[in-house]
């Protein structure tokens, strides 16, 4: 059984830094493509970063401020988060990439951690 455990998220000032870990079990983890998706207060779930381990991809919203990188001997994708903005404030979810396909629809990844909750102060 796959599990995904996100930390490191928390309430930080507009212009501030996080860095999100998701921890992952199961499974072979180098095998698959990860993301990070988010989720703010009445909107729908939404594509942050993927990366395949060579590939990166990034939403616009967060291009040039997020960088997605992994461990694969520790089993860990991290979403280093710099320039924070409120609009940032959001639960954010990794998840695993089962199948081909886009890397930016939810429908592609069927293992999903519990989520972080991210606040971003004005």
């Known amino acids: 059984q796959v599990q995904l455990v996100e930390s490191g998220g928390g309430l930080v000032q507009a212009g501030g830094s996080l860095r999100l870990t998701c921890a992952a079990s199961g499974g072979t983890f180098s095998s698959y493509a990860m993301g990070w998706f988010r989720q703010g207060p009445g909107t729908e779930r939404e594509f942050v970063a993927a990366t395949s381990g060579r590939t990166t991809y990034y939403a616009d919203s967060v291009k040039g401020r997020f960088t997605i990188s992994r461990d694969n001997a520790k089993n860990t994708v991290y979403l280093q988060m710099n320039s924070l903005k409120p609009e940032d404030t959001a639960v954010y979810y990794c998840?695993?990439?089962?199948?081909?396909?886009?890397?930016?629809?939810?429908?592609?990844?069927?293992?999903w951690g519990q989520g972080t909750q991210v606040t971003v102060s004005s």
């Open positions: 998840a695993r990439k089962f199948t081909t396909g886009s890397y930016y629809y939810t429908s592609t990844y069927d293992y």
